[in-house]
């Protein structure tokens, strides 16, 4: 007992899903508690352990939760939109339906094989849930087993419709595989084929599309532009290629990179007061950065920040610009390449499908004829 309520609060420690986590076994403990009739001692090391958790929590709620508040509304902007329920705009039914959708392809990052384990998890759940309580109260029953499994679930999926926390095709969901597994094993389990060598084979054949036709869920970098190689080049380039007090224009992406391997200093805001554009020195160059809440720029966005930072800065519409676009979100980026050429970037340096670096003209008007259709700031 005291192991478990000392590893539960190094957990609390380490990551907000521990707080769903520790949510559901506490509620599975209960349960467990009240079925297997334990002496009064038990339940008093039990309580005291929960009250002790309990102030953890306030505590990490009140120093870390609260003052990110911004940031995560920011992150739930980005990124993350689709696995945080927004009123007004999505319906819960819908949104629900494709949250859980997401997790299992999440999981298993095959589109069609994470609708079957979907599936299988719920069939393996129904069959815990009705079968017979354990005639040996020592041992969990079926019933507490399946609400073991699903709770983390719900709660989830009620704090992503509360916009508290996300729920979908993200990290942040990864320990749902603990309860998934189990679940889609069950049923698995329970599976009859009149002939011996079918499951072996379709659970062979799953797992194999599962790790050789893989269709993520959500971004993705592919493994070849994931090299470090790529950046090195990419940095180089911008050693090499840009002059003396450069602007680079970038968003929250490029910003995270940059600050690691060019201006080897932190060129993001993400905490305090968090102004529309930010600027700071970097390698001899000047960066700009947009507000963290964008996240990446957007084709139907890209020419309102322009002329915004143009504004803001008072540039003139004849200095030249530097876009520095980097990271692991480009779900749009054909979009954005052709806003690029309306700019005058019609061929910008790429190291990979992810890193992009793009001269461009404040103006759009001032392009060259031969450039694709131009596209008007406003």
């Not at 999440?106 to 009705?130: E, M, N, P, T």
Request: aromatic share 12%; proline share 5%; charged share 15%.
């Amino acid at each position: 007992m005291f192991l478990s309520l000392f590893s539960m609060y190094l957990a609390l420690l380490t990551h907000y899903s521990s707080l769903i986590f520790a949510l559901a076994l506490g509620l599975y403990a209960l349960l467990r508690l009240r079925s297997a009739k334990v002496c009064g001692r038990i339940y008093t090391i039990w309580g005291v352990g929960q009250v002790v958790a309990f102030a953890l929590v306030a505590f990490l709620l009140k120093t870390h939760v609260v003052n990110k508040r911004r940031l995560a509304h920011n992150l739930a902007d980005s990124y993350l939109r689709g696995s945080v329920f927004h009123r007004g705009e999505d319906h819960i039914v819908p949104f629900v339906l494709r949250a859980n959708v997401r997790v299992f392809h999440f999981l298993f990052s095959q589109g069609a094989i994470s609708v079957v384990a979907l599936l299988l998890f719920i069939a393996g759940v129904v069959i815990l849930l009705r079968e017979k309580k354990a005639a040996d109260r020592r041992k969990p029953s079926s019933r507490e087993l399946g609400f073991l499994l699903l709770a983390p679930f719900i709660i989830n999926c009620a704090l992503a419709l509360g916009g508290a926390y996300p729920y979908g095709g993200t990290r942040h969901n990864s320990y749902l595989a603990l309860f998934a597994m189990p679940g889609v094993a069950i049923a698995l389990a329970h599976w009859r084929s009149p002939r011996s060598w079918v499951k072996p084979l379709a659970i062979i054949l799953a797992l194999a599309l599962c790790n050789l036709l893989v269709v993520p869920a959500g971004a993705y970098i592919q493994p070849k532009n994931q090299r470090r190689r790529l950046m090195l080049q990419a940095v180089d380039w911008m050693h090499r290629s840009l002059p003396a007090n450069a602007i680079i224009f970038t968003d929250l992406e490029g910003a995270l990179l940059l600050s690691f391997y060019y201006c080897h200093s932190s060129v993001v805001q993400l905490y305090g007061q968090v102004a529309a554009f930010k600027e700071s020195p970097c390698s001899g160059a000047r960066v700009i950065a947009i507000h963290p809440r964008q996240w990446i720029f957007r084709a139907e966005n890209f020419p309102a920040d322009l002329q915004n930072m143009e504004q803001t800065f008072g540039l003139s519409p004849s200095t030249p610009i530097w876009v520095f676009q980097a990271g692991f979100v480009v779900d749009k980026e054909p979009d954005f390449r052709a806003t690029l050429r309306g700019y005058g970037c019609a061929a910008p340096q790429s190291f990979g499908a992810n890193i992009l670096i793009c001269r461009i003209a404040l103006n759009p008007f001032k392009v060259d004829a031969t450039s694709s259709p131009r596209i008007n700031a406003d």
